[in-house]
């Protein structure tokens, strides 16, 4: 092999060099996912620093102060135990952004895992798994979570698996359908030529060319399990008191409508800020990473 | 055209049967004894292994995972652990409601993505089109959960228009079940017409970009009998396909907004077998979910062969 040195003037001043470096200032340019990216900083900030900058203390209970409207003391108000609801709130986004974070991360390593694999090898491995991922797809998405959740019982870990379990199909099918495409490039055949070993083709050289794939798919996919977490815990089948989570304190807003509204407001506006950033981020992502399916 | 749907359906059978495969490990296999989950950690040994006896729990797997398979396919789901009841009937009896909200919320969604959709591919790029496209986003990302509190908030508390839940069934009194029954569908139907608007809007920028569509133009067909005559009726079919796809989401959305509205239909079921932990319910409910998810993405793609002779089955 020659080696030959590129001058540097050849390269247009100013272009960036590499696709992602491309990809990451057409994502800065795109104001909607820039947005999205720092309400996600605030709510990531919030749940981080949450027993820093909560004025009370997430379960304490003011029992001469039931279900107040939004004061000084209480901006948001207090629910049916007295609790503050911006307290509650803010440690509500832990829980969300954790649930959201973890199972994601899960799915994604699993899922994509088996989807490469199952790409590369083919065969009954790519047969058998591609089968029990489409049989699982069959499920809808929260039924299956909820099945789940049901049978695994309902704490912090379990609603992350349950989660995480429903989420992996996608990138399994996605990442084997990647790596179906990559296996035929020539880049491919000529690592293999060169006598690099199957599973150094994979990682070192076809997992970067799909890696902007597997985290358009991740964003989108943290955007769906925070809905999910909301719904399991809105049914009483996520994280359970006194732990906050937004979904329950929906769930108990809904005796208190005609009289004392608010207490749906700030949960729900929560729930609905964090999805709106996570789609935002992922279109965002999207359109800069995967030109593919880069939208009108 | 029969060829077709036989070879299709000879096609799923393998897939269907992972499907049952996992609806029944779904329960036997995951950790704990089901009869002890279904009895609670207080059940004395003696009923939990009359129950094991009773389920067949002693018997081999693979013998259990046959008999089960047995009976399901002479539609015999087992019995509710709650009431005895056939499991098979009491779906029966719930499906009609769920049917009947989920073909309300497509109508809604379909009233909303229509326009939506076609406003936003005719006029791209336009501020019109930004709207549409923060609608469909927004719609997305509202929770339908908080979308049927804040309408029973609005619609019932504020305006008194409509109850705020409680259901009537259709051939009781028509009229009543269509009042009741207008929140929850606008509650689905929300979220449903947002992701449809999405596949539309793209859908239709696609097709308005054909020479077709630019002949008729060229020939002085008005730019609206275009729109609808022509480039609607072609975009339709990917939007029709991704309906189908939406089952999934159709059914999750029916299963918070039942619980919401105090609807007994088929999510409602789920959630009060998951509540009692009636575990052959909760296989029942998410099995006939599966089955509607393939029978529906069948009917569509019959519908798609029909609709387009270039399609053929390899």
């Known amino acids: ?296 | 055209m029969i060829t077709f749907a036989l070879r299709r359906l000879l096609a799923t059978i393998p897939t269907l049967l992972v499907v049952t495969l996992l609806v029944f490990g779904l329960v036997r296999l995951l950790p704990g004894d089901p009869a002890r989950l279904m009895l609670g950690e207080s059940a004395n040994p003696q009923a939990i292994a009359e129950l094991r006896t009773q389920m067949g729990l002693d018997r081999p797997i693979m013998v259990q995972y046959a008999a089960w398979l047995a009976d399901v396919v002479r539609l015999d789901l087992g019995r509710s652990l709650v009431d005895n009841a056939s499991v098979s009937r009491i779906i029966g009896q719930k499906l009609p409601t769920t049917i009947e909200l989920s073909l309300l919320s497509m109508l809604v969604a379909l009233v909303l993505a229509v326009p939506a959709g076609t406003i936003g591919a005719v006029k791209r790029g336009k501020p019109i089109d930004s709207a549409v496209t923060v609608f469909a986003l927004a719609g997305i990302s509202l929770p339908n959960f908080f979308l049927g509190i804040l309408l029973i908030f609005f619609f019932s508390v504020q305006l008194r228009w409509v109850p705020a839940s409680g259901y009537v069934g259709l051939l009781e009194d028509p009229l009543r079940n269509l009042s009741l029954m207008a929140l929850p569908a606008i509650t689905i139907g929300v979220g449903l017409g947002a992701i449809l608007t999405r596949y539309l809007r793209a859908s239709l920028i696609e097709t308005l970009s054909q020479d077709y569509v630019r002949t008729a133009l060229a020939k002085g067909v008005p730019g609206l009998a275009v729109i609808t005559r022509h480039a609607l009726r072609n975009a339709m079919i990917p939007v029709i396909t991704a309906f189908g796809l939406q089952l999934g989401t159709l059914l999750g959305g029916a299963i918070i907004t039942e619980q919401i509205f105090s609807i007994p239909g088929f999510g409602r079921l789920l959630v009060d077998a998951v509540s009692t932990r009636d575990l052959p319910v909760i296989q029942g409910v998410v099995l006939i979910a599966a089955l509607a998810v393939f029978l529906v993405s069948f009917v569509v793609d019959l519908l798609y062969a029909a609709a387009d002779p270039r399609i053929t089955y390899s």
């Open chain 1, 1 to 296: 092999m020659v080696r030959t040195r590129t001058p540097v003037t050849t390269k247009p001043l100013g272009a960036p060099a590499s696709p992602w470096a491309r990809g990451f200032t057409r994502f800065l340019r795109n104001r909607l996912a820039l947005t999205g990216l720092v309400i996600l900083l605030i709510f990531s900030a919030l749940a981080i620093l949450a027993p820093v900058i909560t004025p009370y203390g997430m379960a304490e209970v003011n029992f001469s102060r039931l279900r107040a409207g939004p004061s000084p003391e209480h901006r948001l108000g207090t629910d049916e135990l007295g609790r503050d609801t911006l307290t509650r709130v803010i440690y509500g986004a832990r829980i969300s952004l954790t649930v959201g974070l973890g199972s994601v991360v899960i799915a994604m390593f699993v899922g994509s895992l088996l989807g490469m694999l199952a790409g590369f090898i083919g065969g009954w491995f790519d047969e058998v798994v591609m089968r029990v991922m489409d049989a699982m797809l069959a499920l809808p998405f929260l039924v299956l979570a909820i099945a789940l959740a049901a049978i695994l019982g309902p704490n912090l870990q379990n609603t992350i698996l349950a989660i995480a379990i429903v989420s992996t199909p996608p990138f399994a099918r996605l990442t084997r359908g990647q790596v179906l495409g990559e296996k035929a490039r020539d880049y491919v055949q000529a690592s293999t030529a060169l006598g690099a070993r199957g599973m150094r083709t994979l990682l070192r050289h076809i997992l970067p060319n799909i890696l902007s794939v597997i985290i358009v798919q991740a964003s989108l996919a943290m955007a769906i399990a925070v809905l999910a977490e909301s719904a399991l815990s809105f049914l009483g089948l996520g994280v359970q008191p006194p732990t906050p989570s937004w979904g329950s304190m929906l769930n108990t807003s809904r005796g208190y409508l005609a009289t004392q509204p608010w207490m749906a407001f700030s949960p729900g506006t929560a729930i609905f800020l964090v999805v709106l950033a996570l789609n935002l981020v992922g279109d965002g992502l999207r359109d800069a990473f995967d030109p593919r399916t880069r939208s009108g």
